[in-house]
């Protein structure tokens, strides 16, 4: 199994730009846990082995643990396990093999795979190596110029990182996070394991990189905290020492955009689970609306949902949106950014700064 090949930490790049898929064989529970961005799990030990295996370990040594292991994978399941895997390298025959350490279970998956014609090179060191590479990077490349865009609530700064994509570097940190960043701003997916976060974060600055680009990287205006995600402390550090835009649109044309993204372009399915979120976000900032705001948010929440389900109407929606912005979300936001005291370089429009960052570019 030593003369099976492996791929060293100088291919690590070449693996994130390329997207090679990779075949982790760690349990899932290891694997919800962080992932490389490009991988598929088909673990040689499930999470049952895998915790049947540590007690022995634990109780028996390294030899009773590896026994055991060989035991628990025959028959049925080996057969299913070695279709999956083979289903996998026939349909992506670059495909490389990684688990934790890059030890022994990734060297027996080598080992079977060799033996029915398959050569899938495994990464050195494993997930736990290629971890640290790339966090090593990700930092590395978090002090690279940025421009952030920022403004009130509903001014439509995703929309702008958007466009900007198609001329100029820039990275969605929410789309990254699945969660707008707000109290209201779950959505129906869970969001990722805070390393498959900065794992994620760190192949878009490698590929940003990559393209050689001119800078600033165009990012969005976020807290330390996007939902439960944490920014990378150098990033984010970055982030808040770098100038700004500031998205200047009227109140209509906010309320509108959250109308749009909150509501209309949901399916019915995810509007109904949707629905339930926003109450719950509701409730969560009642103490700072005070209850007589929020009873009257609550109410018009309340109406705006039985319209537009027994009539398909979102109007009514516009309602509490709008007072929501204007008691809460715009007291909050000026509070802070008055507090930053940032460099803001551009005021205005999304369109008007839109047409500054093509200037830029």
């Known amino acids: 199994m030593s003369t099976m090949p492996t791929i060293s930490e100088n291919e690590f790049k070449d693996i994130i730009l390329k997207r090679t898929p990779i075949l982790d064989v760690r349990a899932q ?7 490389i961005p490009g991988s598929i799990n088909l673990p040689i030990l499930n999470d049952e082995h895998r915790h049947e295996i540590g007690v022995i370990y634990k109780q028996s040594g390294n030899e009773a643990a590896v026994r055991r292991g060989h035991e628990l994978v025959t028959g049925d399941y080996k057969a299913q396990l070695l279709a999956a895997w083979e289903n996998i390298f026939k349909t992506n025959s670059n495909t490389v093999l990684t688990c934790f350490r890059g030890g022994q279970r990734s060297q027996i998956s080598q080992s079977w795979l060799s033996q029915l014609g398959m050569t899938l090179p495994r990464i050195a060191g494993g997930y736990k190596a290629f971890r640290q590479y790339l966090i090593n990077e990700m930092n590395r490349l978090s002090v690279q110029p940025m421009i952030v865009i920022s403004g009130p609530t ?15 570097p820039a990275i969605d940190l929410e789309k990254l996070a699945h969660h707008r960043g707000s109290a209201f701003g779950q959505h129906s997916e869970v969001q990722p394991a805070q390393a498959d976060y900065e794992n994620q974060l760190a192949q878009e600055l490698l590929l940003i990189e990559a393209e050689g680009r001119k800078l600033p990287i165009v990012i969005e205006d976020e807290s330390r905290m996007i939902g439960k995600t944490a920014q990378p402390e150098p990033f984010f550090n970055q982030l808040r020492a770098s100038p700004l835009i500031y998205l200047e649109e009227p109140i209509e044309s906010r309320v509108q955009v959250i109308l749009e993204e909150y509501v209309l372009d949901l399916s019915p ?18 103490g700072k609306l005070g209850f007589e705001r929020y009873e009257e948010i609550k109410h018009d929440l309340l109406n705006a949902i039985q319209l537009s389900d027994q009539k398909n109407d979102f109007n009514l929606h516009q309602v509490w949106i709008k007072k929501l912005l204007l008691w809460y979300y715009d007291p909050l936001y000026l509070k802070s950014f008055e507090r930053r005291n940032p460099n803001v370089i551009f005021r205005g429009s999304r369109k008007a700064a839109e047409e500054f960052l093509r200037a830029q570019s």
């Open 29 to 35: 529970v290891e694997f919800a846990q962080g992932r």
């Open 269 to 286: 399915t995810e509007r109904v689970k949707a629905y339930a979120r926003y109450e719950k976000a509701l409730q969560m900032i009642s």
């Open 154 to 168: 509903g001014s439509g700064k995703t929309k702008l990182i958007d466009r900007v994509k198609s001329f100029h």
